[in-house]
């Protein structure tokens, strides 16, 4: 079998390409083919001699997702479900906004976290994603789109929890960042995660500039515990201390993201525990109605989420209404429930 393309570092790519032709100047331009054009095949590359275009398809793939189903929602929004060369299903979406698009990426198969507003979570986790497999869903994008700077954001809330799989997700990143690579600035790149601490501090150990964004959703353990589990391992307190020990640059801010659930954590006393919760942290909030999953709740009404709103905004807090997309395909924030081919919107 073929190995995945994108799961070799640049440096073991050199060495593969140097066992068959000794020119130095064969990686850059192997990378600008897939990074920048997004080749999907060595024959096309027509710069190389064909007898190593012949020798790459031999040993690497350039393909490692299989393209199992798209839809478009009317709002623009396109999520594609993928199949990985085991079987397994991962789905990603590319989001319009104005004048450019956001790709939604995940990390994992599944989810092993169990917040019970998500859907992913009914899955449970199946596997980690490899770096390459990571990578290719940007590619897929790129391809798709036709182009890499039709690309402008790249967000890391698709399946699964990022910070779990920390040594594929930094791989990634790197690719991602490098200018051989898909050249992002690390300030359009978002990690988000449920709270998963000692990812958090390593994130941060990294230092690559990278966003982060907290699934904060509660601002008491109490009801953090109920709704998120990650919260008897690494309560409020504990998350807090690793966030303020997160490295930001100057007007970088950290995301807090906040789904309003219906009678659950949409309180006046729970906006004022977040004013409370977020005091001298560099912090942006986005509040995001509860998007319908299996379970049994609701969104609160638009009345309640302004008011959640103002009183933060009063409070001197940076806070937005996210405008839900993709809901109609099942590709909002917290829908994303890959289970069969066929299967999306079921
Ligand atoms: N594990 C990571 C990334 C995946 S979740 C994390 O927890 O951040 C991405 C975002 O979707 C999170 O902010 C989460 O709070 C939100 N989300 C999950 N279920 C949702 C739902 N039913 N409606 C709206 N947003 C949801």
């Not at 290719?136 to 790129?142: E, G, L, Y």
């Not at 299996?294 to 609160?300: C, D, Q, T, V």
Request: hydrophobic letters at 40%; a positive charge.
């Amino acid at each position: 079998m073929k190995d995945n393309f994108f799961d070799k570092t640049f440096e073991e790519l050199s060495g593969i390409l140097s066992d068959f032709d000794p020119k130095p100047f064969r990686l850059d331009q192997v990378l600008r083919w897939v990074y920048v054009k997004g080749a999907d095949d060595f024959s096309r590359m027509t710069n190389m001699p064909k007898e190593l275009r012949g020798q790459l398809s031999d040993v690497l793939d350039l393909t490692p997702l299989r393209l199992l189903e798209e839809v478009e929602s009317p709002d623009g929004t396109l999520k594609s479900l993928f199949q990985m060369t085991d079987g397994e299903l991962i789905e990603s979406v590319i989001i319009p906004e104005d004048g450019h698009k956001t790709l939604c990426a995940s990390t994992q198969a599944g989810c092993g976290m169990g917040c019970s507003f998500c859907e992913t979570a009914t899955i449970g986790l199946k596997r980690n994603l490899s770096r390459g497999e990571i990578l290719a869903q940007i590619v897929c994008a790129v391809r798709r789109l036709g182009n890499r700077l039709a690309l402008r954001n790249l967000v890391f809330m698709g399946m699964g929890e990022p910070l779990l799989n920390m040594d594929a997700l930094i791989g990634a990143l790197e690719v991602i960042i490098d200018a051989r690579g898909f050249d992002f600035s690390p300030r359009r790149i978002t990690v988000s995660t449920c709270g998963w601490v000692p990812g958090i501090d390593r994130l941060g150990r990294e230092n690559l500039g990278v966003n982060l964004a907290i699934s904060l959703n509660a601002g008491d353990d109490e009801t953090r515990n109920r709704i998120m589990p990650v919260n008897r391992k690494y309560p409020l307190k504990r998350l807090m201390k690793s966030i303020r020990g997160y490295p930001l640059h100057p007007r970088q801010r950290i995301t807090f993201e906040y789904v309003l659930i219906d009678g659950v954590n949409d309180r006046i006393e729970d906006a004022r525990r977040i004013v409370k919760l977020l005091r001298g942290i560099p912090a942006k909030v986005n509040v995001i109605a509860y998007n319908r999953t299996s379970a049994a709740w609701s969104r609160p009404d638009d009345r309640v989420m302004n008011r959640f709103q103002e009183i933060l905004m009063s409070a001197g807090l940076l806070a937005t209404v996210r405008k839900s997309r993709g809901g109609e395909i099942g590709a909002a924030c917290g829908q994303l429930g890959a289970r069969a081919a066929g299967g999306m919107n079921a």
